[in-house]
């Protein structure tokens, strides 16, 4: 794989000690297609389970099995099946999904060429903070973006960004780039300097959680901590959320319920209404029936939508509901499904709109 490897586990891919693990690991190939290699010597079957578009491989010599495959291109989460049993390789890239951690390959995109490229360009850190959640009643963990130039003198606005159901606060760092599209849209003079804090969207208490205690942590304790250990602007025109897919309603509940509190908003492959079954009236879509009061909240409310997305029927839905409303929503799609590839597209297309001067 050309360039570092940018995962969870490690920035450089390894592929094993020869007298111990034999090589092994994932190459992509010129061609986009990717070479698995896998020491399995017991095994009697081995393959790469693309949610249910299964690639097998062959038995080599040494315990060995392995093959080359067109997957696609993208960020491309796969089940490692060996004996028909999940298993998670630790010589192959590791992010975390699904509810667990996961392997995966990056294929590039061609469009998407140096989007997230290293060199050449100041980049900015990503800090690590765990806060205590009045909510939850324990600690919380969240990712801070600083830019290359950050300054503790000055005061920066913020973006919370989230991440999807199944997913945890490293995803947009480790899957989306973020960092790295950031320093990079910086670089070039296409955004403005901000932070992005990412947060744990599946809070718990105890055993007991939900896909929407996040907007209580969100409000109640993540905001307040960012506000008092960093040099930020803490007036709503200063202040953007957004999210994908569960992020993305998570956005939608919170900055409708709250636009004192919030001037941009973006939901990316998701959701303006609950896309489960409701028997409660939804009260933060109360505010789209108010369009002067909408108006004078948001200086941009921001949706999005890969055009393979297995959702598209929801964010048609959600289309036809804002139609008659008569609302400034800007609304793009872009090639893809409901998968990080997209949501790349998703947030390069957003962070130049925040924040602006001239908004």
Aim: hydrophobic share 40%; proline share 8%.
């Amino acid at each position: 794989m050309n360039g570092p490897l940018d995962v969870s586990v490690s920035f450089d891919p390894y592929y094993g000690e020869p007298n111990r693990d034999g090589i092994q690991g994932a190459t992509v190939m010129p061609d986009g297609k990717v070479h698995f290699r896998v020491m399995a010597k017991d095994a009697h079957s081995v393959a790469i389970d693309q949610f249910g578009t299964v690639y097998s491989l062959e038995k080599a010599d040494g315990g060995a099995w392995e093959g080359t495959f067109d997957m696609g291109r993208g960020f491309l989460y796969f089940f490692l099946k060996v004996d028909g049993a999940d298993v998670l390789c630790p010589y192959l890239p590791i992010g975390y999904g699904c509810c667990r951690p996961m392997n995966f390959v990056d294929v590039p995109v061609e469009d998407m060429q140096g989007w997230d490229d290293l060199a050449g360009i100041p980049h900015g850190a990503v800090t690590r903070h765990y806060y205590p959640s009045s909510v939850t009643g324990k600690h919380e963990v969240c990712l801070v973006y600083t830019p290359p130039a950050f300054d503790p003198a000055k005061c920066y606005p913020v973006l919370y960004l989230q991440h999807g159901y199944g997913e945890n606060e490293t995803g947009w760092v480790y899957q989306g780039h973020v960092g790295r599209i950031a320093d990079q849209l910086l670089a070039a003079g296409s955004m403005q300097e901000m932070l992005i804090v990412m947060g744990n969207g599946m809070v718990k208490i105890g055993e007991e959680g939900g896909r929407m205690l996040f907007p209580q942590v969100l409000i109640s304790d993540l905001i307040p901590f960012v506000e008092s250990h960093y040099p930020v602007l803490t007036d709503r025109c200063h202040r953007a959320m957004a999210g994908l897919s569960m992020g993305s309603y998570q956005t939608s509940l919170t900055t409708l319920s709250h636009p004192d509190m919030f001037a941009y908003a973006g939901l990316f492959s998701g959701f303006l209404r609950a896309p489960w079954p409701t028997e409660e009236p939804e009260k933060h879509l109360e505010l789209l029936d108010q369009p002067e009061r909408f108006r004078a909240a948001f200086r941009l409310f921001y949706r999005a939508m890969g055009t393979e997305d297995p959702f598209w029927e929801s964010f048609a839905k959600d289309d036809a509901f804002l139609a008659p409303k008569g609302l400034p929503v800007e609304r793009e799609t872009f090639p893809g499904g409901h998968d990080w590839t997209v949501w790349k597209r998703c947030i390069r297309s957003f962070l130049p709109r925040l924040f602006r001067e001239d908004a």
